[in-house]
């Protein structure tokens, strides 16, 4: 089975280990046969979660295109960061953009896709919304994943009480099991798939057992923020939207306490005028685990070529 390349690029902002840069991971996939690929699929993940969330969709979309999938920092093989609040969209973007830049210069990018998970789809809409942003070449096609300008107040304290929080695993299968219970919006999986999807979020401790792949110091920014502040920020990110020209696909998971109907009928309304597709007996968020979600991201993604 094909497995994907680890890499690292050196962004601006100081690691906790010292200095003024941080090293961020990606995961790149290629099965094209042709290493310049000019199609860069980017995927990125949700708040907690890292690259390799996206192994079974990226071996789909990477017998077409050069697929990235990095590790935000502060989560996966990237750095920690030496300030938590850094931990937000300004940094993110940033790093997103050496990201692009340093893809570009290895391979010349002609066709820019973005699958965003969550944060990851938030990080889209400013990389996609900023039209001052330096990209190599602007986003063609923007698929968000359970994520739009208006998040839920009571969903996002859901999260916010439990990210961060100590946690040990004697097992891969006891902290499967733990994983489980806190993402049951993920909807059902097989136990053989939810596997894969824990192990990479779990690193061995001395002594033995499992702790989670990321910094605790990211869930500082949400736990401070008041319901005021959420609600402020959502003219910020209706202006990016607002200002995306890619074509956007909105996928919701139909039972999500993050992204309401009314927040999907306002998209489809305004801005890029997303497409919805609504995911049955789906929470926050679809995995793309599934045959069905596999295929509505390969359709949107790869289905003009």
């Not at 708040?47 to 697929?67: E, P």
């Not at 959420?230 to 696909?249: C, F, K, N, P």
């Amino acid at each position: 089975m094909i497995e994907p390349t680890l890499n690292y690029v050196t962004c601006p902002g100081a690691a906790v280990h010292g200095g003024s840069e941080h090293r961020m991971a990606y995961w790149e996939w290629n099965q094209t046969g042709n290493p310049w690929h000019p199609h860069v699929i980017v995927c990125v993940h949700g708040l907690t979660r890292q690259g390799r969330d996206f192994d079974v969709l990226a071996r789909t979309l990477s017998q077409h295109a050069r697929v990235i999938c990095p590790d935000i920092a502060g989560r996966g093989y990237s750095d920690w960061l030496a300030q938590p609040m850094d931990y937000g969209l300004v940094q993110y973007t940033a790093d997103m953009l050496v990201l692009l830049h340093h893809v570009n210069a290895t391979a010349p990018v002609q066709v820019l896709d973005w699958f965003g998970t969550s944060m990851g789809g938030l990080i889209g809409m400013s990389v996609a919304g900023n039209p001052a942003l330096p990209l190599p070449v602007p986003v063609r096609k923007l698929l968000l994943n359970d994520v739009g300008p208006v998040l839920e107040w009571p969903a996002l304290q859901r999260i916010a009480s439990y990210v961060g929080k100590p946690a040990h695993f004697d097992t891969e299968q006891q902290a499967a099991a733990a994983l489980q219970v806190l993402s049951a919006g993920f909807g059902p999986h097989t136990t053989q798939a939810w596997l894969a999807l824990s192990r990479p979020m779990l690193r061995a401790v001395q002594g033995g057992g499992y702790r989670l792949h990321y910094d605790p110091a990211i869930a500082l920014p949400m736990q401070g923020m008041t319901q005021e502040q959420s609600e402020r920020g959502q003219a910020v990110l209706w202006g990016l939207y607002d200002a995306i020209r890619a074509q956007t696909l909105l996928v919701r998971g139909a039972q999500s306490d993050l992204v309401t109907q009314d927040t999907a009928r306002k998209m489809q309304e305004r801005g890029p005028f997303a497409q919805c597709i609504e995911l049955e007996s789906v929470g926050h968020a679809p995995t793309f685990v599934a045959d069905d979600q596999v295929a509505i991201a390969r359709n949107f993604l790869l289905g003009d070529e």
